[in-house]
């Protein structure tokens, strides 16, 4: 059977136009001899003939409106209503050839005219026609903000255009105004010409701009600040060209390109799938390839581009949803109206009329064949000379039972379109690779497919970890490092960038590059971080590599996030208790939902997981040793989520983004120890003053300080300091701990004791309590008092409970020969208050000033004695005693003679 020919598109067009124009213009004809509408047309004429402006401004609103009504039936459109193409015209030539039939008629088929009411009513008819094409062109500069772009241009247009509304308004005479029409209809013509002349050559500089100049490549911004880290966070835009995009997506994007121009395997359009995670730099790919076709047009064809998300189209629509969109997009350049079916609202109205109109809205409205419509777009589009290049985007998104029929829908779609071998219509559908049914299917309805490897991204995260340290450090923030060390700016790049590799800071950075799957994900995490690591915030008061990491598994896991806060109150916080407690099943659960091994390690990182077995973390890792009980890092300065004291809750505090209230602040803890460190081990004022203040901490103070105490500073390694003494014998050597850190406390008073600064004791602890007060935090300091006392062995604990009369009775004891070294103290204290008194002058005794020497609510000569003291005492040389831990007081004490109390 022998293939029906047909005639070609060019010319199938041109004479289905003229087939409309020769039915309008019958039409027209036909409806001018019913009688109803000639009656119709005079009542208006007349309506509009009784006032001139009424009859202008109506011809004017008339062009307005006739564009608004091209447009919305898809016969014209805003972004070519300037341009023309001869190979496939627009349907406004056949209404312009029916005018002109319709004219013809008119004019042979009219009586003789009086040559001078022919040129007058010719006049009249072209004056209104002109107001309405002025309308439209109005119209036409305002929807393609041609006052903008051609300021020049539009000023001329609107003048030309205010001029002739004046004069065919005010020129009664027919001759010169027939003149001025004639002028003005020049003018406008060769605005016209000048446009399209503007608008070609645009076109084709725009078309080889790639060849004469190409664009300044746009590599990634040089992140050397955190400034230039926030800015970064902010620019989540696409990239538009080829050349700005990094080098590892440059690839994929030339590769398509290519595919695209030169038809790849076989010379017909491409079917390519691109896949890759979420925010890998899918979009920049498709919009770099988008304007690299654009800027090559004017060699072979005119790329036309329909960008399309599918996400939320309902089951079996997919195909007309493309369709319509392609439409679209395609009638900015060419006449679409031929494929574009009446807007389905507009048959709705048809049918709730009566059944005339109903029967059009039936004919109106009939069934669309896809292939069909297809197989027309692609004959009008190669007789053009065009390309589409239809993207396809989000097309896995939804839920698994949506995003499954959607894709089956496209598949199918692609399917059958490649066994219609079009030529000119090519997709790209980009989509995520998480979901292998979805990849699966989409790649056997493509010809080609590329999978957008994932860049690395450990470089960023140095430079970003580099300068938020530096930043915290600038801050006067202190930041914690294995081995309880203090970072500084010098260990800090050695810890990032040296040979030696820190196992807790690579390993936590190796795992969160191993979750993140692009760089917009990158991004988001890094700006979460960043907003959470302020001063006002959590600089300081949670590991930075902690804080990353739980924010990671937040943006990358919700899933297993959430199980985690779920299970973590029943696990980090009861379980850590014990001491055979075992976080392995916490981990495995938390993890469920990953069946690689990844998840697993990052949650061992992310709590600090040691085996509960003799395993070098550097070496070993806990997956190694299968028997092995996972149990966390037991260092108490830890500022993870994997330390939980019941003091410091480091989750709660990154959900919150500050330290609760119920809280202390570690930077305040950290602020204390190190303000101690400073201090000079003889400096007894100052070691008096921090004792008081320790004093009068809370009990979860004093837990966080004893959390930090042993911090190694190596920036006091040149002051003579207490921080030094600490790190040169360590911290806890010779320092007998019992109980906290009060023990170190006595020592270090001990130490920097001498004769002239004994006194400073009881004036420091009493001097500001009343020794029988209820209030407890006295109780605290008299305690501390009769506790130091008996740490220099001067007096017996008592197996009691402390009471003030117990710190009563301890002094007491002290102005007695049965206690030899409580009696040394007692001299030696008071030699201390004469050599404070300085030289005595007048009648006043050395022994009555130290009788009214008052020492909180007290006088010194009460206190010691119970009343006043009688005499001074007198001893030995052979009779001094040495103190326990007080070397410096017991050398000079070796230099008493015991005549240092007598007066004059």
Known sequence: MSQVKTLPITATRWLSLLLCAITAATITVFLSKVGFVQKTYSSWCAILNANPVLHYSSAFLAGIGIKLLLDK??????????????????????????????????????????????????????????????????????????????????????????????????????????????????????????????????????????????????????????????????????????????????????????????????????????????????????????????????????????????????????????????????????????????????????????????????????????????????????????????????????????????LNDIAALLDRLKNEALSNINFIVAMGNEKDVAAEVISKATDYRDDIHKSSIMDVLLKFTEKSVLDAIEEQRVFIIENSEILNKEKLISILYGNKKWYGVNSKLIEIENQISSIRQLKKILCRVNQVWQKEKLMGEVNLFNLMMVITLKETNIKSFEKYKKLEKDNIKSLVTRGDYDLKPFIHECAKNKTEESLITFYIEMLDITADSVLNPAINHVLDNPSAKWQQHGSTKNQSVGFNNGYSDYLSRILSEEVPKDQVSDQVSIANVLELYKLKPSDTKGILLFINQFLSFSDKEVVNFERFFGLIDNKLDIKDCIGKHFIKRGFFVDYAVNNGVEEIFKKLLAESLTINKLHLIFDSFLSNNKIYSENIGNNIVTEFLYEFLTFLGVTTSSKETFSPQSLIDAIRSLNTTENPLGYTFFYTLLISYKNNFGVITGKVSLLDKINKVQVGDHTLGKLLVGGSLQSLPQLDKKQFLTFKHAEQLNKEIEQLTGKELIEG
């Open 73 to 406: 039936f898809y016969i014209s459109h805003t972004k070519r209503s300037i341009g023309f193409n001869w190979r496939y015209p627009p349907v406004t030539i056949a209404v312009l050839v029916s005018l002109f039939i319709t004219a013809f008629y008119m004019l042979s088929t009219a009586p003789k005219f009086d040559e001078a009411a022919l040129y007058a009513q010719s006049f009249m008819s072209l004056k209104y026609l002109a107001l309405t094409f002025i309308g439209m062109i109005i119209t036409v500069i305002y929807q393609t903000k041609l006052y903008t772009q051609k300021p020049i241009f539009t000023s001329v247009l609107v003048a030309i255009s205010l001029i002739y509304i004046v004069f065919a308004v005010s020129l009664a005479d027919i001759t010169p105004a027939f003149n001025v029409f004639m002028y003005l209809a020049a003018s406008y013509l060769i605005l016209a010409i000048y446009l399209l002349c503007n608008e070609y050559k645009q076109s084709k500089q725009q078309g080889f701009m790639s060849e004469g100049e190409p664009s300044e490549a746009k590599e990634m911004p040089e992140l050397k600040t955190l400034e230039h880290f926030r800015e970064w966070f902010k620019d989540d835009s696409t990239i538009k060209s080829i050349e700005e995009l990094e080098p590892d997506l440059q690839v994929y994007a030339m590769r398509i390109t290519e595919r695209l121009q030169k038809g790849g395997d076989k010379e017909l359009a491409q079917h390519i799938a691109l896949c890759g995670p979420y925010g890998c730099g899918k979009s920049s790919i498709v919009e770099s390839i988008v304007n690299g076709l654009a800027k090559n047009s004017q060699k072979e064809s005119i790329w036309i581009h329909s960008d399309i998300s599918t996400w939320g189209a309902a089951s079996g629509s997919v195909a007309h949803v493309v369709l319509s969109n392609i439409i679209d997009d395609i009638s900015q350049y060419i006449d679409m109206c031929a494929f574009r079916a009446l807007p389905k609202h507009y048959t709705e109205a048809l049918k709730s009329g009566g059944s005339a109109f109903q029967f059009v809205s039936t004919l109106l409205a009939g069934p669309v064949d896809i292939e069909e419509s297809f197989k027309k777009l692609n004959g009008v589009l190669e007789e053009t000379n065009h390309k589409l290049l239809i993207t396809l985007q989000d097309v896995d998104r939804g839920t698994d039972e949506e995003s499954e029929k959607r």
